[in-house]
């Protein structure tokens, strides 16, 4: 297994900063976040976030908060608030203390709220949200003070209130910070630190019918939990003089200091989670956790190891560069894992009936396998006797060339097992091939047969005592390595899915140790790929399995 190219920056820029502030005293200790928003599932892109965050915390003895940034409770959900907990403990990290959330601090910041009024340096604006808009101006135009700027610090205190006691309706006035409407930076035009919305809080209830908007909320929540470093990804750059502004004017107990990072794009996927819901929503895949979708919930479902997804972000690394990510280095990262660790099974998934008519009728031989070829993972045992299955792939009357595999009158070897011959194929009445019969070679177990080579090896199951199970072909969801380029051309990215990205398949049969196998467990099915049992509908006596990738990388073929 060749192990892909990897960025040639593919160290982490933070360390370095980490460990200065550490040795010249500046922080005793480092306190990270992860702050998701608790409006849909972790992706992929997510993971590099909470890896570098809690990873660093990690790595220099420190703290990494789990801070939930639930500022908007119409797009919120309690659901995504306990995915979110499960997929990061997954990941296999945990948070100090107990999970945090910006709703916790908004008596602190309505009274922030209140400091900046009284300062002079925030007022109640009246525009509706296409004026404010096109007050705000444009990247080559300044933007107009709003007319309700040089409001008194009385009337303002007196509408804020009004606002909190619900005497609007949903966007009729904002509190906005009163900046520079002339600001080369887009963020310090006056921005918006509350907006009015009656909606009920998972957290709060109803007890706000005002809400601070991200950019008020973040730092000073970063401030009140004393976060020594508060990394984000670089779309938040320009917010960066905002988040300055905001600890600069306002009496905060820390001043944390942000750093920026390129987040993670991942060619044949979407991260965007209002389009991973739109995929859940109109039913394009089956929920969140469908094992297509780049979710954290996904990736488990379809088998990827939690070492797996750490060893990829290790491999991508940290830095400000961006780029596009090979979606193949990911699948490196899960093949290297289950090489390693998934114990080896075999499963026929188009079984065809096979014969051994000159194997003795009743007898049955228990035949060990290794669980692991290079491990000591201990043995399988198959039955062996007179009926078998393999896969109707592996017999081919007119073999193309190449083929090393079973033809009339050909020998294979059974994996484990013994040296068979194709002496007839029985069909039915519309020439389908539905058995087979052979005989065997009774001096071949463990032994090449005397006087000839066999080339070809081929796994099996025995017909008795094997399990029916359903085998899901999981694939790529795109078919195009940038899915969104058909946006772009007025398309949408829905016209990219791959109508090939899960084909279902039932009656397939798996060898007796796999009747139990327990949800999540990992296997190498022997010449046809890494399969897990599914994480909910797999039952024990009817497995479900999962492909979790192919052998070999077959898309760049």
Known sequence: MSKPETPAAAANFLRPIVQADLESGKHAKIVTRFPPEPNGYLHIGHAKSICLNFGLAQEFGGECNLRFDDTNPAKEDQEYIDAIKSDVQWLGFQWAGEERYASNYFD????????????????????????????????????????????????????FARMKAGEFPDGARALRAKIDMASPNMNLRDPILYRIR??????????????????FTHGQSDAIEGITHSICTLEFEDHRPLYEWFLANLPVPARPRQYEFARLNLNYTITSKRKLKQLVDEGHVNGWDDPRMSTLSGYRRRGYTPASIRHFCDLIGVNRAGGLVDIGMLEFAIRE??????????????????????YPQGQVESLELPRHPKQDMGVRVLPFSREIFIDASDFEEVPPAGYKR?????????????????????????????????????????????????????????????????????????????????????????????????????????????????????????????????????????????????????WGQ
């Open 108 to 159: 602190q910041l309505f009274a922030w709220a209140v400091h900046l009024i009284e300062a002079g340096k925030a007022y109640v604006c009246d525009l509706s949200p296409d004026e404010a808009r096109a007050y705000r101006g444009s990247l080559t135009e300044p933007g107009r003070n709003s007319p309700f700027r040089e409001r008194s610090v009385e009337e303002n205190l007196d509408l």
């Open 406 to 554: 079973l033809i009339p009158g050909g020998e294979v070897r059974l994996r484990g097992s013994y040296v068979i011959r194709a002496d007839e194929a029985v069909k039915d009445e519309q020439g389908n091939i539905v058995e087979l019969r052979c005989s065997y070679d009774e001096n071949t177990l463990g032994k090449n047969p005397e006087g000839r080579k066999v080339k070809g090896v081929i796994h099996w199951v025995p017909a008795e005592g094997s399990v029916e199970c359903e085998v899901r072909l999981y694939d790529r969801l795109f078919k195009a390595a940038n899915p969104e380029k058909t946006d772009e051309e007025g398309g949408s990215f829905l016209d990219n899915i791959n109508p090939e990205s899960l084909v279902v398949l039932k009656g397939c049969r798996a060898e007796p140790s796999l009747a139990n196998a327990a949800p999540e467990e990992r296997f190498q099915f022997e010449r046809e790929g890494y399969f897990c049992a599914d994480l909910k509908d797999s039952q024990p006596g009817a497995p479900v399995f999962n492909r979790t990738v192919t052998l070999r990388d077959s």
């Open 337 to 358: 894992d289950l090489d390693a660790n998934a114990s080896r099974a075999m499963c026929v998934l188009k079984p065809l009936k096979v014969v051994i008519t000159n």
């Open 198 to 215: 009656h909606a009920h809080h998972h957290q709060t209830g109803d007890k706000w019918c005002i809400y601070p908007s991200y950019d």
